[in-house]
């Protein structure tokens, strides 16, 4: 089975850059969404194929991808930002979430 | 615009089974599938299975293999996720999202279930 890695807490300071990375075998071959999770709201999807940012998303989330490795970044951290961030891969029809990676913005 | 909307909240005892639908809205149902996801209280995200809404093929992982049964009403757009011989672990809000080729994008609002005696 395939996992992915995050680290479990990022802090940021509003206005500075964030980088959240997500490893796994599995992104040699196949592209990461990143979804933003808020307390007691579901997932939204911030960015899919590696780098793509769907409409309406902020223009300071952006993201890359190399070897085993995928990178949110964010830049200029607003408090509004301060939320959980998961990476996900799909592989042979089978999903793996990361662990999620508890973003403060303080 | 792209909806999915769940059923509402469910308590149930050890051992018992629960279906959870998922009715969306907005786009055409067949063209894509439905993933289920489960999130117990304070923990992570954990993918469960989808369904392609067009064959009904499913796919599980493997740790709940055996008890969860994945079906669609393409009448209704609606997706359902069963769950069997529920136990306390199985506590979580489960969360449907569309399928697309590429990976899934719009998410249903969660329904939380406790299990408990």
């Known amino acids: 089975s395939y996992e992915l890695t995050q680290p479990s807490s990022v802090s940021v300071s509003p206005g500075q850059t964030a980088r959240i990375t997500c490893s796994g075998n599995?992104?040699?071959?196949?592209?990461v969404r990143w979804f933003q999770q808020k307390p007691g709201q579901a997932p939204q999807l911030l960015i899919h194929?590696?780098?793509e940012r769907p409409s309406g998303i902020p223009e300071r989330f952006s993201g890359s991808s190399s070897g085993t490795t995928a990178t949110l970044t964010l830049t200029g951290a607003q408090v509004d930002d301060d939320a959980d961030y998961y990476c996900?891969?799909?592989?042979?029809?089978?999903?793996?979430f990361g662990g999620g990676t508890r973003l403060t913005v303080l | 615009q792209v909806q999915l909307v769940q059923s509402g909240e469910e308590v149930k005892k050890p051992g018992a089974s629960v279906k959870v639908s998922c009715k969306a809205f907005?786009?055409?149902?067949?063209?894509?599938?439905i993933t289920w996801a489960r999130q117990a209280p304070g923990q992570g995200l954990e993918w469960i299975g989808w369904i392609n809404a067009y064959d009904g093929a499913t796919n599980h992982t493997h740790g709940l293999r055996g008890r969860v049964a994945m079906t669609t009403d393409t009448s209704t757009s609606t997706a359902y996720l069963e769950l069997r011989g529920l136990r306390p672990d199985d506590t979580a809000t489960y969360y449907c999202?569309?399928?697309?080729?590429?990976?899934?994008?719009?998410w249903g609002q969660g329904s939380l279930v406790t299990v408990s005696s």
């Open positions: 996900y891969s799909m592989a042979d029809n089978i999903g793996v």
């Open positions: 999202a569309r399928q697309k080729t590429t990976g899934i994008d719009y």
């Open positions: 194929q590696d780098t």
């Open positions: 907005g786009y055409s149902f067949k063209s894509y599938g």
């Open positions: 599995i992104l040699t071959k196949k592209y």
